[in-house]
């Protein structure tokens, strides 16, 4: 496994390439750029990244330029933005110009690990700051009209619903849940035809838009 790390303060790239280390019992070889510049040049080398784990307040680049530059030269690799600011709407901003998750430096190392580990088998992280809290002029309900108006959401939806919008996959849904990961699959399935989105990330997002998580 190879991942570009690109942070310009080394400490926080040391503290990042612990956790690193821990995400596979393969070998892993971590590349650092301190960066944007560095990073696009070393894409250029490396074409065969699995992970790119990218500082949002890198100098001399905006967060969300350096993310589209990255994206660009190599779009089939996943991008996990790591980032001292935890507003929302920058956070949204970023998982909607392409990254696969968000990680506040506040989180601890092992949240940090269970993020990566998610965005690595396929899935989307986002911090619980964002989920947390439902929208306060939409109150949480399950009798919002679908998008072909013809079906409300299911009590177990809702509870389906609460844990994939926190970015869990399938698998950890159904554990979570107690439920047969095929259930999970087809209450998957019907979540994101009731919001009218395409994938589980515009799902969390619809979701929290309208109201519909409940803050723990």
Avoid at 34 to 61: K, N, Y
């Amino acid at each position: 496994m190879k991942i570009l790390s690109v942070d310009d303060h080394p400490l926080f790239r040391e503290a990042v390439k612990g956790v690193l280390h821990q995400l596979s019992p393969e070998q892993i070889q971590i590349i650092e750029a301190s960066s944007c510049e560095e990073a696009l040049e070393l894409c250029l080398t490396h074409t065969d990244l699995d992970l790119i784990v990218l500082d949002f307040e890198l100098p001399g680049m905006d967060g969300l330029s350096g993310l589209c530059q990255l994206r660009g030269c190599q779009p089939a690799t996943p991008i996990v933005m790591i980032s001292a600011t935890e507003d929302r709407i920058t956070i949204m901003q970023a998982i909607e110009q392409g990254a696969k998750g968000f990680i506040p430096k506040s989180s601890s190392a092992d949240v940090m690990l269970s993020a990566l580990q998610l965005v690595l088998s396929g899935g989307v992280y986002l911090p619980m700051a964002v989920m947390d809290v439902a929208s306060p002029s939409k109150p949480a309900s399950s009798q919002m009209s679908g998008s072909n108006g013809n079906f409300n959401l299911t009590p177990k939806q809702m509870d389906v619903l609460q844990v994939l919008a926190k970015g869990k996959s399938n698998r950890e849904i159904a554990h979570h849940l107690g439920m047969a990961e095929n259930t999970v699959r087809v209450h998957v399935r019907a979540i994101l035809s009731f919001l009218g989105v395409a994938n589980r990330t515009e799902a969390g997002y619809a979701a929290m838009q309208n109201g519909l998580l409940v803050s723990e």
